[in-house]
């Protein structure tokens, strides 16, 4: 025999599952991230990097981003990492090697761009160093940075003293 009132407690706990399914996605879903691609972000060196990225720095989660080559972390973005930038020349700024990747910093306040050198096409990260620490940033990016192949090194004022003097 079909009771009415537990009909009515099954369709209600029904609905209420529906509901609390339907409602997921919103919750878990960040805005997509504003993000200008870089000029020369259609690169094809790009591909590999941009696959290799990993889910998460620190404890920022990847975002999606709404341009080719470009990719954001955390919400609000404390990362945002921009493929096919200018390929930066020789220049005095700082240049750190952290997991055999070189980078040149420009520390700015308060947003510190960070460059691949020696790699082309070269990849740019933003990121506030107070709220996110920069080895970290470069540690968990070497292995995708790595995807686009080195063809020269940041050259230290060691390096300088031993190359030959000229005559």
Excluded: F
């Excluded at 991230?33 to 591909?47: F, G, M």
């Excluded at 999606?64 to 930066?88: E, F, I, M």
């Amino acid at each position: 025999m079909h009771h009415p009132l537990a009909s009515l407690t099954a369709r209600r706990a029904r609905m209420a599952l529906i509901g609390a399914l339907a409602a997921l996605p919103l919750a878990a879903c960040s805005p997509v991230v504003d993000v200008p691609a870089a000029k020369d972000a259609a690169n094809p060196a790009c591909a590999p990097m941009m696959v290799a990225l990993p889910e998460a720095i620190g404890d920022s989660a990847l975002r999606k981003t709404n341009s080719q080559a470009t990719a954001a972390w955390g919400d609000p973005s404390l990362v945002v990492l921009r493929c096919g930038v200018n390929v930066p020349g020789p220049t005095t700024d700082r240049c750190v090697t952290v997991n055999g990747i070189d980078w040149v910093i420009k520390e700015g306040d308060p947003v510190w761009t960070l460059t691949t050198y020696g790699r082309e096409p070269a990849t740019e990260i933003l990121m506030d160093p107070d709220k996110i620490s920069s080895a970290t940033v470069l540690a968990d990016l070497a292995v995708a940075a790595a995807e686009v192949p080195a063809s020269r090194n940041c050259v230290g004022q060691e390096e300088l003293q031993d190359l030959p003097q000229s005559q």
